[in-house]
């Protein structure tokens, strides 16, 4: 099966409940492509058969039928990402129009799917990642969305611990909840330097992914807390383009006029967003984060290197007490 045809796979099985979002227009490092110039890392091959985007595509059809999944996108790179995504429907495209739109085009998104029922199940996956042993991630995955129901916060977050330090990653510091299952994330720390990562990890804390699976409602409460007046003006947005049928096209002119605190309140960590972590154990992930970190994938990659055998006892591990270093 070519990850690059999603929409072929048998998907009867899947809950309609289920909705997923593939985040693809975060502009992040840019890679040299030879398609004309350098373009967000998420379009570039990387050495590999299919690009970033592509593999996140083909993770979230496993999880939620076809016709549920969501892009958010970038109308600068059209020519990159529009051939990828032939079978998702216009108005399940959100195109912002700059860099200043793209957190606008992800809560637009999540309000699409909150308008159609708040108990919808919403995976979050952005497009900029690296895995080198998907099925680790597919199971994680599968047993977050099994948790979800028992989890008092109504989302969760998927940490990753891996072998090898992670290369400019952001990280998630937590603790044993008080009831429930996985850890409470009591910290964010945003690309710490390496010896303060270094000292993170031996505490005991987790890569964060900026994978999100969490209930429509508990997600689309958050938008509307924080940005009261532009969640009613992405959701008249979102049902004047699922009228038509037609992208769901996000103005950076949304942004005029709002005070940047109140632009930088929209955070998806804790405190101001309430999740629990699930950890993920051996998927080799990267977060490709910076031109240092996606080059370490490409070398490995040009070197050769066969990926080592992963036993059983480094599946994902969703108990607290395994990721203690």
């Known amino acids: 099966m070519l990850l690059s045809e999603p ?5 009867g099985h899947l809950p309609r409940s289920r909705w997923c979002i593939v985040l693809a227009d975060d502009h992040g490092p840019e890679w040299a492509t ?11 091959p990387l050495a590999m058969a299919a690009t970033p985007l592509q593999r996140s595509l083909h993770r979230a059809t496993a999880i939620a039928p076809a016709s549920q999944v969501i892009v958010t996108t970038f109308e600068e790179y059209r020519s990159h ?22 957190q606008l ?7 699409s799917v909150a308008a159609r029922s708040p108990s919808n199940v919403i995976t979050i996956l952005p497009a900029r990642c690296f895995v080198l042993h998907e099925w680790i991630l597919k199971n994680a995955l599968n047993l977050a969305l099994a948790e979800l129901p028992s989890v008092p916060e109504g989302a969760i977050t998927l940490g990753m611990v891996d072998l090898e330090d992670g290369v400019d990653e952001d990280y998630l510091v937590v603790g044993r909840p008080r009831v429930g299952a996985g850890l409470s994330v009591e910290g964010f ?3 710490p330097v390496t010896w303060v990562a270094r000292h993170l990890r031996q ?16 997600f689309a409460a958050h938008i509307s807390k924080n940005w009261p007046g532009i969640a009613k003006k992405l959701s008249n947005l979102v049902s004047a383009a699922a009228a038509i049928g ?5 103005p950076s002119s949304l942004n005029r006029g709002v005070p940047p605190a109140v632009l930088h309140s929209l955070r998806w960590h804790p405190p101001a967003f309430p999740q629990r972590a699930f950890g993920v154990r051996g998927s080799g992930w990267s ?10 994938v490409v070398d490995f990659f040009s070197s050769g290197t066969e990926s080592e055998p992963i036993s059983q006892a480094r599946m994902p591990d969703l108990e607290p007490s395994t990721y203690q270093a």
């Open 81 to 102: 990402w529009e051939p990828t995504i032939w079978f998702v429907p216009p108005e399940r495209r959100f195109v912002c129009d700059n860099r200043a739109a793209s």
């Open 7 to 11: 929409a072929s796979l048998d998907q």
């Open 287 to 296: 977060g490709l984060k910076s031109p240092r970190s996606v080059m370490r």
């Open 246 to 250: 037609e992208e769901c096209e996000i």
């Open 105 to 111: 085009s992800s809560a637009a998104a999540i309000l």
């Open 203 to 218: 505490s005991g804390a987790l890569v964060a992914s900026g994978i999100m699976i969490g209930y429509a409602g508990v």
């Open 34 to 44: 030879g398609l004309g110039g350098p373009a967000p890392v998420q379009y570039c």
């Open 189 to 191: 720390a945003r690309r």
